[in-house]
Every structure is written in structure tokens, then in C-alpha cells.
């Protein structure tokens, strides 16, 4: 088993998790791990906002095989470790070269869901088992808890200040305890799909579902109130700004809903929002879509808290996986089989074309390293 233990990035994942919390709140790393990455689109907020500037150029460190295309994210460790989803295993991958340290059997496909690190080293992760499960730090099984038939666990899980994990089922959302125990279950209307639960400062949980609802739940299970924001909502979880307005994507665009459920604005675009949005510490909000045919394949948006389109780039594919974003503005999102680098204003800085498309979303590591993982079944690492 191979580790890596650098102290200077340890200082700095500390110091990046410190400025994180500085700029936007604690939610998220009471119980999350420490690190630079600890789950999908980097806090329980999903702002998509790294305290790390990341690559400014497309150099390729080194890329990790996996048995399938990757269709979900990395998340990182308070080493630096990397937890990928690779078939029907979990496993660890060595920052510094793309070895591996482990790969744990999980019983069922890791597809859309990406894993979460908490504070104790834990690693919890959807498998299409019906399963979510939980491995300690040596890749050794914690627990996992069963949703029911046909239920898979294919949403990212997100970990409160106390320990509870969400995470979406069928058409429940579920609260479970750290010790893998049942806390509450909460019925929707719909199907969660692969949509994501977020977790704002007050400890109310977003979730959307397949009707176009969305829905806010107390931290008893409770629900506080429902919102139809959309014809559907299918992959899109909602990311949340500092002033806790939440944005959505839709089949008809992008949506921003008050924290009492009132819709603010609507903003449509060419095509369905399939992609998490991410909030720069401006409030810009950054999200692509899947593009109209005979207009454009795929369009990517910047647009201000107040719902005005700043800038597109227009692309020749569909949008798909959240955008990430550096601690200088730079925006890095995927088009198709492509990795795009923007500065704020979306002016292209670099890009780089993978074997396939890429669907899932990335993470950015302490040093500033970018890891993508494609459908070609490459995670790719690229160099600060």
C-alpha cells in the first residue's frame, strides 16, 4: 500500500480549509474532512468554489486507469488522497503519481454518485446496488445501508455540521447517523435520480426531483416547503449563494428561488440545464447547458445574482458536468469530450480533448491540481 505524506501540503489543505471558511461558512466541515476537495462541487453549499488556484495551462501530470468511463467526481482526502468510483470498487489513488493504494469491492456500479470524505477519515459513496456505502480510510468496510428494490443510490451523499448524511434514493431522501443507523426518511413526489442534495447555513436540505420540484426539508425530516421550478429537474443539484438563494437547473434553464420558496427569476437557455451550477466569490453563476438543436449544441452561461446574462460561449457539445472554479476566477468546465478553461468574462484560456465525453464534474487539489475523469475510463491530473 502506497501513502503519500507531504507536511507542506497538509499545512496548506489547513490553510485552504480555514479560507473556506472564512469566505463562506462552517456547513459541511464540521464533519467533512479538512481537505481541499472533501465532496462533490467542494462544500455542502456546492458552490464549485476552490480556495486553490488550479492549472494555467493543460499539462497532463499523469492519468489513472479505471475499469468504466467515469461518470462522477473525485473527492480528495486530508493527505491529498483521491477517492474515485472505478466499476464496482472504490478506490485510493496516489496524488503524486496516479498509483493506487487500495481498491475496495462495493457490490454495485458507482455511476453518477461521487464520494464524500468526512473528518474521521470515512469515505461514503452510491453504489447501483441499492447501497450507500461507507469504507474507513485503509479502503476496510465501515458499513452500508440498503434504500430498498430497485433504489439506486446514484446521488452524491452530503454530510451535515452533526454527522448526518443525506443522500437521495428513489424518492426518498434519507438522514442517516454516523454510525450507519436510520435517522428519518422523507417521501417526494418524484424520483431524485442523480441530483444531489445541498445543505444550507440554517440546516435546511435542498433537494430536487424529476417533476421540476423543489424541495426544502428541515433538519427533523420535516418538509419546509415545495417549489415547482421546472418541467423536470434530472442531474442539476441545487447550489447555494451566500445570501441563500438557491439555484436550480431545468429542462428550460436556470432558476434562482428564495429561501421561503419564492421564485426570484428564471433565467432560459438554448437547450436543458443537466449541470450543477457554481457560484464565484462574486455571485456570478457559472452552468452550461445542453444546447437546442440547429442553434447551438451546447452553450455555457455567466450570469449575475440579479438574473442578467453577462456572457455564453457557445460550444460544439452539450455541457454536462458542474463547473469548478479557481481561486483567481478561472472556470473550468466540460464540453463533450473537452476540458475549457474561461477567465471570468469566458474568454477561453486553454482546453484539452479526452478520449470521450465527460460527464461527470471535477476536483481541485491543494497544490492546484485538476483532476477530470472521462468516459474513456482516464481520470486525468493536470499540473498547476
Given at each position: 500500500m502506497k ?12 490553510i485552504?480549509g480555514?479560507a473556506?471558511?472564512?469566505a463562506s ?5 464540521a ?8 465532496m462533490?462541487?467542494h ?5 464549485g468554489q476552490?480556495?486553490?488556484?488550479g492549472?494555467?495551462?493543460?499539462n497532463?501530470?499523469w492519468t489513472y486507469h479505471s475499469?468504466?468511463?467515469?461518470r462522477?467526481a473525485?473527492a480528495i ?20 503519481d496516479?498509483s493506487e493504494?487500495w481498491?475496495?469491492y462495493?457490490?454495485g456500479?458507482v455511476?453518477?454518485?461521487s464520494?464524500a470524505v468526512?473528518?474521521?477519515g470515512?469515505?461514503?459513496v ?14 476496510s468496510?465501515?458499513?452500508?445501508y440498503?434504500?430498498g428494490?430497485?433504489?439506486?443510490v446514484?446521488?452524491s ?14 424518492r ?6 454516523l454510525d450507519?443507523?436510520l435517522?428519518w426518511?422523507v ?5 431524485i ?13 435542498y433537494?430536487g426531483s424529476?417533476?421540476g420540484?423543489?424541495?426544502?426539508v428541515n433538519a427533523?425530516?420535516s418538509i419546509?416547503?415545495e417549489t415547482k421550478?421546472?418541467r423536470?429537474i434530472?442531474f442539476s443539484?441545487p ?13 428550460e434553464?436556470l432558476?434562482?428561488v428564495n ?17 450543477t ?14 444546447g437546442s438543436?440547429g ?8 450570469i ?7 456572457q455564453?460561449y457557445d460550444?460544439?457539445?452539450?455541457f454536462?458536468?458542474?463547473?469548478t ?7 473550468y468546465?466540460?464540453s463533450?469530450?473537452q476540458?475549457?478553461a474561461f477567465?471570468?468574462l469566458l474568454t ?11 460527464i461527470?464534474?471535477f ?9 477530470v475523469?472521462?468516459n474513456d475510463?482516464l481520470?486525468?491530473?493536470f499540473?498547476?
Amino acid at each position: 500500500m502506497k501513502k503519500t505524506h507531504i507536511l507542506a501540503d497538509l499545512f496548506r489543505v489547513l490553510i485552504a480549509g480555514v479560507a473556506f471558511l472564512d469566505a463562506s461558512s462552517s456547513v459541511g466541515f464540521a464533519q467533512l474532512a479538512v481537505s481541499a476537495w472533501p465532496m462533490f462541487q467542494h462544500d455542502a453549499r456546492h458552490t464549485g468554489q476552490s480556495p486553490v488556484v488550479g492549472p494555467a495551462a493543460a499539462n497532463v501530470k499523469w492519468t489513472y486507469h479505471s475499469l468504466q468511463g467515469f461518470r462522477s467526481a473525485s473527492a480528495i482526502g486530508p493527505d491529498g488522497t483521491i477517492y474515485v468510483g472505478n466499476g464496482r470498487l472504490l478506490c485510493a489513488v496516489d496524488p503524486s503519481d496516479g498509483s493506487e493504494e487500495w481498491c475496495t469491492y462495493i457490490g454495485g456500479a458507482v455511476k453518477f454518485s461521487s464520494p464524500a470524505v468526512l473528518v474521521d477519515g470515512t469515505i461514503c459513496v452510491g453504489g447501483r446496488d441499492n447501497r450507500l456505502h461507507c469504507l474507513n480510510a485503509d479502503g476496510s468496510v465501515n458499513f452500508s445501508y440498503r434504500v430498498g428494490h430497485d433504489g439506486d443510490v446514484s446521488s452524491s451523499p452530503v454530510v451535515a455540521p452533526d454527522g448526518t448524511i443525506y443522500f437521495g434514493g428513489t424518492r426518498r431522501l434519507h438522514a442517516l447517523n454516523l454510525d450507519g443507523s436510520l435517522k428519518w426518511i422523507v417521501a417526494l413526489g418524484s424520483a431524485i435520480f442523480t441530483a444531489s442534495p445541498t445543505l444550507a447555513t440554517d440546516g435546511t436540505i435542498y433537494v430536487g426531483s424529476l417533476d421540476g420540484m423543489l424541495h426544502a426539508v428541515n433538519a427533523d425530516g420535516s418538509i419546509n416547503w415545495e417549489t415547482k421550478v421546472g418541467r423536470f429537474i434530472k442531474f442539476s443539484a441545487p447550489s447555494i449563494a451566500t445570501d441563500g438563494t438557491v439555484y436550480i437547473g431545468t429542462s428550460e434553464g436556470l432558476t434562482a428561488v428564495n429561501p421561503d420558496g419564492t421564485i426570484r427569476w428564471q433565467v432560459p437557455t438554448l437547450g436543458r440545464v443537466y449541470s450543477t451550477a457554481a457560484i464565484a466569490t462574486d455571485g456570478t453563476i457559472y452552468v452550461g447547458s445542453q444546447g437546442s438543436i440547429g442553434v447551438s449544441p451546447g452553450t455555457f452561461y455567466a450570469i449575475s445574482p440579479a438574473g442578467t446574462v453577462l456572457q455564453t460561449y457557445d460550444s460544439d457539445d452539450s455541457f454536462r458536468g458542474a463547473p469548478t472554479i479557481g481561486a483567481d476566477g478561472t472556470v473550468y468546465a466540460a464540453s463533450g469530450s473537452q476540458i475549457l478553461a474561461f477567465n471570468p468574462l469566458l474568454t477561453l484560456i486553454w482546453s484539452y480533448t479526452t478520449g470521450a465525453h465527460i460527464i461527470g464534474s471535477f476536483s481541485l487539489g491543494v497544490d492546484g491540481t485538476l483532476y477530470v475523469g472521462s468516459n474513456d475510463r482516464l481520470l486525468y491530473a493536470f499540473a498547476p
